[in-house]
């Protein structure tokens, strides 16, 4: 069981559109509030935890229909909250589009309290870990800023994560509403503006940014290099600590790149578009060489594709360098600046002759010889994919084409259309919209 912006927004359908000509079966007003209502209250009310005070506002992946069982990546207790999307700042993001979709005041409020629940897991760090623990018993093992008042964290966990979108999601969410309180608030506009800070401290001098940190790394961490092949590569799992290697893996530069850009948008400082810049310029010294213009999931110092987990090898990425891809042309659409759109032509004729046979792309091609790369179930490396475990994506979509359109579509837009501000506006109203509407009230149960 879950809420998503999407199932929330439907239901908003018809308090937002013109009904001059709607028929009987479709939802009423009325009926619309009343089921958004009954939904948002019975998730704040049953399905969150935590908060400030023992209160709502942090969610978790999954829980079961009689609500007995919680599931974040494995199994949680009542007192604990999710921080990876689809849980906390995901539900938070749709109660606050919610919100400006129709101004409903429990919709605000539930924004609210789910801002205050992030608030209570910031780490001293700047940003958030995979959880947030709200029983006091638990809270000590983790350095969370509200708890220590800025005083240095001992031994307690004091670690930010990138993967998965997770500190980056939080702080998108949270100043998307300091905009929309008009920054007002001043315990949600000073915990946004401590964790933007602290990406930026995250950020090595090269432009990457490692998978997660606990300390701020010292500008002679990382030497200016151009990505390159290792001479050899061991096939075998070496066991090494990589989460401080520059890490594309799971669009994490991406989304921080992202991230920073929406921050430059919001409160027009300039130090933020200079980090996305420089995340861009990072991606450009990460592009490999011939006979593989494209990149890997992470690199060592060295800025040479490096070993992360068991099941993810030195290699070219054919999942996240689309990514990648999608982020300079962003840059360009942002900076006009042409320098972000130099690696595609090269970076796309490569991939294109890497498609598998299904059409589908390899997320690992051996370095040099442009072999796919699978693992078996016991986690031995292998060019067949007959076996290979269930848990991670060793194929991943092809969508080449499509960047490859955009791209070409860019190289004839004038500068001064590269780039329309986004507008959160209600999408426009159809029967088909109010169908999906009327089924969703239909389908809640007595409970909401």
Same mark, same amino acid.
């Given at each position: 069981m ?15 559109? @013109? ?34 005070g023992?209160?709502?506002? %942090? ?6 229909? @009689? ?9 949680v ?25 129709? %101004? ?12 205050e ?5 910031q780490?001293?760090? %700047? ?15 983790y ?22 979108d ?6 998108r969410?949270l100043?998307?509403? @300091? ?17 933007l ?9 090269? %432009? ?36 401080? !290697? !520059? ?18 948008d919001? !409160? ?12 861009g ?16 999931q992470?690199?060592?110092?060295? #800025? ?20 990648? #891809?999608r ?6 659409r ?38 796919p790369? !699978?693992?078996?179930?016991?986690y031995?490396l ?20 499509r ?37 969703l009230?239909?389908?809640l @149960?007595?409970?909401?």
């Amino acid at each position: 069981m879950r809420i998503d912006s999407r199932s929330i927004l439907m239901l908003l359908l018809s308090i937002c559109f @013109d009904r001059s000509e709607i028929s009987a079966q479709q939802p009423t007003e009325q009926e619309a509030t009343a089921a958004i209502h009954k939904s948002v209250t019975f998730f704040r009310e049953n399905c969150s935890a935590g908060g400030s005070g023992g209160g709502g506002g %942090g969610y978790i992946f999954r829980l079961s229909a @009689d609500l007995s069982k919680r599931e974040g990546e494995g199994k949680v207790g009542p007192t604990t909250a999710w921080i990876e999307p689809p849980a906390t700042p995901a539900v938070g993001m749709a109660y606050l589009e919610a919100w400006q979709l129709c %101004g409903d005041p429990l919709l605000k409020e539930a924004a609210l309290e789910t801002a205050e629940a992030l608030l209570q897991g910031q780490m001293l760090s %700047g940003g958030w870990t995979e959880q947030i623990e709200f029983d006091p018993a638990d809270r000590v093992r983790y350095a969370y800023r509200v708890d220590l008042k800025d005083t240095p964290p001992g031994k307690r966990r004091n670690v930010t994560t990138f993967d998965d979108d997770k500190s980056q999601w939080c702080v998108r969410f949270l100043m998307q509403l @300091d905009k929309e309180l008009n920054f007002e608030n001043e315990k949600i506009h000073e915990a946004t503006m401590y964790a933007l800070d602290a990406f930026v401290k995250a950020q090595y001098t090269i %432009g990457a940014w490692p998978q997660r940190y606990t300390e701020f790394p010292e500008a002679s961490e990382s030497m200016v290099l151009k990505a390159s092949y290792p001479e050899t590569w061991s096939r075998t799992y070496p066991a090494e600590k990589y989460a401080e !290697y !520059y890490t594309l893996n799971d669009n994490t530069l991406s989304d921080l790149i992202e991230t920073m850009l929406d921050a430059w948008d919001i !409160y027009q400082e300039e130090r933020f578009l200079k980090s996305a810049k420089s995340g861009g310029e990072f991606l450009l010294l990460a592009q490999l060489p011939d006979p593989q213009p494209g990149w890997a999931q992470q690199y060592n110092r060295e #800025m040479q594709p490096a070993w992360a987990r068991k099941f993810e090898p030195p290699a070219i990425t054919g999942g996240e360098s689309q990514g990648v #891809m999608r982020t300079l042309l962003l840059l360009y659409r942002r900076t006009g600046d042409k320098k972000f759109l130099e690696p595609i032509p090269r970076a796309l004729a490569y991939y294109k002759k890497s498609v598998l046979p299904d059409g589908r792309m390899a997320r690992f091609y051996e370095l040099k010889t442009n072999q796919p790369l !699978y693992f078996t179930k016991d986690y031995q490396l292998t060019d067949s994919d007959a076996d290979m475990p269930t848990h991670y994506g060793f194929k991943t979509g092809n969508g080449f084409d499509r960047i490859e359109r955009e791209y070409n579509e860019l190289l004839k837009t004038p500068a001064d259309k590269l780039w329309t501000p986004r507008q959160n506006n209600p999408p426009r109203y159809s029967d088909a919209l109010a169908k999906q509407a009327r089924q969703l009230i239909d389908a809640l @149960d007595s409970r909401g």
